[in-house]
Each structure stands twice: as C-alpha cells, then as structure tokens.
C-alpha cells in the first residue's frame, strides 16, 4: 500500500551531508519525493511502500550522517501525489521566528580529501581548499541560513564545469558540497610582506616554510583566523615572537605533521589521540617528553605541551613543506585582542609581529580561535569551546518560557542564546576588557541572533556590577520594550551549568572552585560549596576569607595572596619574601592585608574565600611564582610540579562548624598553610609539598561534601568552576567522593571555566521557569 509522509528534521543537519545522504537512503528503498534544506531544519517529502517509508524514517533515525545530530524528527502522513524518483530541490528561505537549524562547526580535513591532497594523479593534489561533505568550513564562512553556497562566503566562486558535475553526482561524496572548489575555480593563497604587499611566489606554501626555516614569523590565515608561526625549535625565533606579543609566559601552542610525530613530543594516552584525531582537530593539552626538542620558551616552567594537528589542507601542505619540524602556531593577535581575520586589517593589527603573511582570498565571516582541550580524570576537558565544537547546540533539560539571551561573564567570554529546551553556546570570544573584544561580542551576539531567528524577550546576566556584560544586559533591557533582565549569581551559574549539562534535576551540592565571582555578600566569592538546584541555591560551606590587598592587584602579583594567607595562619611573611619583593612595597602590603584582618576592613582589600587565590598564594610562598604574566600562570606552576613525584600524604585542614543556624560552614585553611611553610622550612622537596597540598584540599572538601551531603540528603556532586581543570585536584577529590558513595558530575561539552557561565545562566533562568 503506498503513502506519504511530510518530515521534518530539526538539529545539526545542514552543512553535514544530510540532504545527499537522504537522497541516497530514498532511492535505495525505492522511494520518490524530495528534499530541500529550511531555515528550521530540512522539509523532506516522500512517497511510497508504506514499510519502506517505515524503514527509511528508522533508518534516518538511527544512522544519520556522521557529523550530523538530530534534535527532533516529526512526521505527518498526506495524501500521495504519484511521485517515482527522489531529489534535492532548491533551499526555502521563508523566516521561521526562533526555529533555525542547527549549523554545523567547522571540521578537520577528512581521510579521504587527504589522500586526494597527497595523491600527485589527483586534480586537486596540493590544492589548500579541498574538501567535501564529511569536512572543510561551515561556521566560519557561513552568512545566513539555510545552508546553500550562495549563502557563504564561497558565493564569489563559480563552480567548474568538473566541480559542477561532482556536485550534481548522487554517487559522489562531494554531492551538494556547498564549499566544493578546485584549482581551476576556487580560493586561491598569495604571499605577503610585512606591510601587506603582494610578493610573486610561485609556490605560496613553500615560500612560507623558507621563511620559517629561516627565524621568521609568518602569520598564516586559516579558517576562523590568523595563526602566527615560526619554528618550535627555534629558540630565537620563539623568543622573538614571545617579545614581540609581549607574552611573558603564557604557553604556545606547536602543530605537528601527524600522530607519530606528536607522540614524539608528547607522552599520548588513547584520550590524547581520540581528540587529537577527532574530526574537531583541538589543541590538545599533554605531558612533554624530556626528549621533545621543543624551544625551552614554547612552554615555560611547564610540562605540558599544547599540541594540535593540521585541520585544514593548507596545514597538512605546511607541516609537509617543514619536513617534520614541529611550528608554534598561535593566534594571530596582540595580548588580550581578538584574532585577527580580515585580510585588509591584519597587516595593521600584526604589524611589528610578523614578518610576512600566506593569505587567501576566501573571506572568513566569524572569526573562531582554536578549541583547547585537556585530560582530565581520564576525560576530554574542555578548556575553550570554539572552532570544530561551537556551535553545537545543547539541552537544556527543561523548557524557557520565553527566548533567552545569557551573556555570560567578563573572562573567557560566551554568550548563550536559549529557545525552548535549546541553547546555543557562543565560540569563545575571549576577555571583554578589550574594547576590541567587546565589539566582537556585540558582532557576535547580532549574527546568531539572525542565524538563529531568535529574538530575546529576557536578558540573564552576572551579579558584577563592573562585568562589561553586565552593562550591557542592562543597557539593552532598558532600551528594549518588554525585554526583562535577570541577574544570575556566578556561582550559582557554574553550578547549573553542569547539572544541566547532565540533566540532573534534582537537588545536589555544587563545588564551584574559580578564581573570582561577585558573592551574595559583597565579598569576592571562589570557594564555595553550595546545595540547590538549577532554581535556587543556598551557600551551604566555603574555604575560609583571606584579604585581597590591592584588590585587583592580588591577582596580577600572587605574592600578595600569599601575604595576607600566612598572616591569617598568623605566620611572618616578611621573613619569606623580604628577598622577593621590595622592602616598601611589602611593608605596604603587609599593612593592609594586617588592617584588613585586625579591623575587618580596609581600602582596596576587599575578602575572598577564592580557591584560585589560595592556589596563587601557595605557589608564591614556595617561591613559584610572584607576578603572574597571564590567568591562572601561578597554579599551572604548582600544579607543574606534582607531575614529577608521587605522595599519598595530605595535609590537615579542617572544617569549622558554622557560627549560627543557617550560616555556611568554613574550610579552615589556615593549618594547610602553616603545614606548607613548616614543610619549606625543613627543606622538603617542593614537589612534595605541592603534592600534599592538592591532596589536602581535595580530602578537606570530600569532608565537607559528606557533611553537607548528610546534613541535606544529597548525593550528586557537580564540580564547576575554573579549578577543576586541575589534575591532581580532581583526581583526588573523585577517588575522595567515591569512597563515600557521591556521584560526581563533570563538564564534558562545556568548559568549567567562565566559558560555561552563559549556559549556566540559561539554565537557571529555565530553572525558575519550570
């Protein structure tokens, strides 16, 4: 008996074979109709058998195209019309308000197209632009929906008759390829100088790689952006990119040819090569070989080494042109800016970096840093969600009331777009103290919110007052009619943002380790242990206060951290750091951390309970790290250490009972600091100490988990905050709470950072809403 059916598919299915492989599943079941990607998603009628119409819409179910995810899937029987064969039709470009498709991250260069790329008989070996439906840009070049070329930024590229017939073949794996190009009809590379003029070079790659060869930095444009390169074991040319960034010490990232020649460099468990090779391609976080032969300034103080693989066939022909010597590939910008991406801005924004450019002129529409990833626990942790992940949308696990923008916080920069049950989390666009930053977050914003078809009825925001995201949800919501804003404490969002994640709804104890978040209080919030639901929360137990002399200062020079914890432990820090830092800068520090303590307030020393400022003071007392030249610098020197000893001892850190009903319990950590200062003293070796401290830390917090978890009947622990991309911290506390019974909720599709806080927001506004 014959019938048809009206699908709808909604989710991540444009940009990702979906239509083709439709086509194919059709016509091998005999089946006629047709296909046509919408801006909701892709509309596909079809007619015929009615259990091979059963079959097909199992089959689209259950095996989808590899890169794609299907959110939703409704089908309506209607009336059949005679049709015999299946095709793809032409895109429908009617507006559906709030119900745009998901789009499709950028993806690595497939197997296939890499052998095509290596193969000298193929009319597209060595061509830097080859891709097909399983890889190559989709984010990036992206303008509008539905996905169709005419809609990228490859619109300016007429096909070839020889890509046209690929294209139009169902047989073909480059059937409806919208970025499908060739030597004879796509992008092309060009040389630059270092003021931007065209150079005549035969061949861009190789002239590129002569020049690396040679110390120089070359800046490379790839798909969401400039990279600047030079040789990772040259020491020179890597000093002369840190002095001309005016990066002090934060890591570079190194791409290598392939697998064998990362494991060269890097010791590689299965998770470190799972994501290496993923077709997402990040930066990939991993223990470096005393062997590597990397610059001592790639990473310094470090043992980690951030590693990536080429992801686009301009990559793969570098790395091939260097003939295996491993590149510093780092994002093309000055410290703190966003990634240059605009080929007529980049000579201006990279001048006195690079020395010259390998260019193309395929315009890149949003810009994207790479994805980082790190091994943690034994799983993929993500550190920034961004090229080859965003933006890949995420559940919510319960429905908004209205559509929701999130605007996340001030560091490490998302937003969050949520309608229904859906949000899509923004790429990472960095720290918004940058008026550069800033427009491209306001760039940013407007582009999804027309991608999406979303229009926002309500703004969620962080409680700082200072964030620069905070004022402007508050500027929008006053001038927008009708739009209401929701202030969300930061805590409370990395908290939501992971029981979310893992659609836990009831109520759990949420650790939420970070460096800074503005505290229901008025202090500045970092420790806390908090016990509620994506709706509501109370602050249950936190690592006891410290001063912050300076305020903000605290944070740049930890040794300041470190004086205000030994005079809390009620230690002299005089004596330690007297040869460190200058005699009247400490005695003025000493002043007001000691003012602060005896008076319980004092100018510019606002209180913190931050687990990352006690991290920053530790690491200073041990003499690791003073100044810090970038975010979280003082830790990863601390936590550095703990990778070359092992020790199953802790220190001891208490847990005071709380002063009155209802107030929060404290993690007395003056006793874990009077330990690491007694061990120092005796000429302990630092790698032990830094060993017991992270060991100590972890068993006082388990502690508290139990006392809160019985106090309140919970057994779900969510971690989430910027601390727990720390190793030997979660290691710890996971075997600590397994031991008694928690089960242990961990981001895995968000960063546990600021990254994480929009979706967060989200999260607790569809909380109040439920």
């Given amino acids: 008996m014959t019938g048809r059916r009206v699908i709808v598919v909604e989710g991540v299915v444009q940009g990702v074979g979906f239509r083709p492989h439709v086509h194919a599943l059709a016509t091998a079941l005999g089946l006629g109709g047709v296909v046509r990607n919408r801006p909701d998603g892709v509309w596909i009628e079809i007619e015929g058998e009615r259990g091979s119409l059963d079959r097909f819409v199992e089959d689209l179910r259950s095996r989808p195209p590899a890169l794609a995810r299907i959110v939703s899937l409704r089908s309506d029987e209607v009336m059949p019309r005679g049709e015999h064969t299946f095709r793809i039709d032409t895109s429908d470009t009617e507006m559906h308000d709030g119900a745009a498709t998901g789009i499709a991250p950028d993806v690595g260069t497939c197997a296939a197209c890499a052998r095509e790329l290596a193969d000298p008989s193929d009319r597209r070996h060595g061509y830097a632009f080859l891709n097909c439906t399983e890889c190559g840009p989709r984010f990036t070049i992206i303008e509008d929906l539905p996905y169709d070329r005419a809609r990228t930024t490859m619109s300016p590229f007429a096909m070839c008759d020889a890509c046209r017939r690929e294209h139009d073949a169902p047989d073909d794996r480059r059937f409806h390829a919208q970025p499908i190009a060739c030597p004879a009809c796509g992008p092309r590379l060009r040389a630059l100088d270092a003021r931007g003029r065209e150079l005549a070079a035969g061949d861009p790659i190789a002239w590129a790689a002569a020049q690396i060869q040679r110390g120089l930095i070359v800046a490379i444009k790839g798909l969401g952006g400039f990279h600047v390169a030079c040789d990772a074991s040259r020491e020179d ?23 064998e020649a990362a494991r060269a460099l890097c010791e590689l468990g299965a998770e470190h090569e799972r994501e290496l090779t993923s077709p997402a391609r990040p930066i990939v976080l ?14 310094p103080a470090l043992s980690e080494l951030g590693l990536m693989l080429p992801y686009t066939p301009l990559h793969h022909l570098l790395a091939r042109a260097m003939r295996g010597a491993p590149l510093v590939m780092t994002s093309g910008n000055r410290t703190d800016e966003p990634i240059a991406y605009r080929d007529e801005d980049a000579p201006q924004q990279l001048a006195g970096i690079a020395d010259a450019y390998l260019t193309h002129d395929r315009r890149i529409h949003m810009r ?18 961004a090229r080859g992940i965003a933006p890949l949308p995420l559940s919510l696990g319960a429905e908004l009331a209205v559509p929701t923008l999130a605007v996340g916080g001030q560091m490490k920069s998302t937003f969050a777009l949520g309608h229904g049950s859906r949000a899509i989390v923004s790429h990472h666009l960095g720290d918004l103290h940058e008026h550069e930053a800033y427009r491209a977050f306001l760039e940013s914003i407007a582009h999804y919110e027309r991608l999406y078809r979303v229009v926002p009825r309500r703004i969620a925001y962080d409680m700082h007052p200072d964030y620069t995201s905070t004022r402007y949800a508050l500027e929008r919501a006053a001038a927008e009619r009708g739009m209401e804003a929701i202030a969300v404490q930061h805590h409370h969002a990395h908290m939501a943002a992971c029981l979310a994640e893992h659609g836990a709804r009831g109520r759990a104890i949420g650790v939420c380790f970070d460096g800074t978040g503005y505290g229901m209080d008025g202090t500045v919030w970092g420790g806390e242990l908090l016990v509620g639901d994506t709706a509501t929360f109370a602050r249950a137990a936190h690592l006891r206060r410290a001063p912050m002399p300076g305020a903000s200062m605290a944070i740049r020079e930890p040794w300041r951290m470190g004086v205000a914890h030994l005079l809390c432990a009620g230690l002299d820090p005089e004596r330690l750091f007297r040869d460190r830092i200058p005699a009247r800068e400490l005695r003025a520090v000493t002043g007001l951390a000691r003012r602060a303590i005896d008076a319980g307030a004092a100018p510019r020393t606002p209180w913190t309970s931050s687990a990352g400022r006690l991290f920053d003071a530790i690491a200073s007392i041990l003499g690791l790290c003073d100044r810090a030249s970038f975010d979280g610098e003082a830790a990863m020197r601390l936590e550095a250490l703990t990778s070359e000893v092992e020790d199953d001892r802790a220190y001891a850190c208490a847990i005071a009972e709380a002063d009155e009903p209802g107030a929060p319990h404290v993690i007395d950590t003056r006793p874990l600091v009077a330990s690491v200062v007694g061990d120092a ?15 100590a830390l972890a068993r006082a917090t388990a502690d508290a988990c139990t006392l809160l978890g019985g106090a309140f009947g919970v057994s779900d622990i969510a971690l989430s905050g910027g601390v727990f991309v720390n190793r030997p911290l979660v290691r710890h506390l996971e075997i600590e709470l397994a031991a008694r019974s928690f089960r242990v909720l961990r981001h895995r599709a968000l960063p546990p950072n600021d990254g994480g806080l929009s979706f967060g927001q989200l999260a607790v506004a569809a909380g109040r809403d439920a």
């Fill in 368 to 385: 994207t840093d790479d994805s980082v990833v790190r091994v943690v626990g034994g799983a993929a942790t993500l550190l920034r969600r």
């Fill in 286 to 299: 991993a223990p470096m070989r005393e062997s590597a032969g990397v610059a001592a300034s790639v990473a």
């Fill in 237 to 259: 040319a890597v000093g002369a990119l840190r002095a001309r960034k005016a990066r002090i010490g934060k890591p570079f990232a190194v791409m290598v040819a392939d697998l």
């Fill in 681 to 695: 003293d005796r000429g302990i070796d630092v790698r032990l100490i830094a060993c017991r401290f992270h060991a």
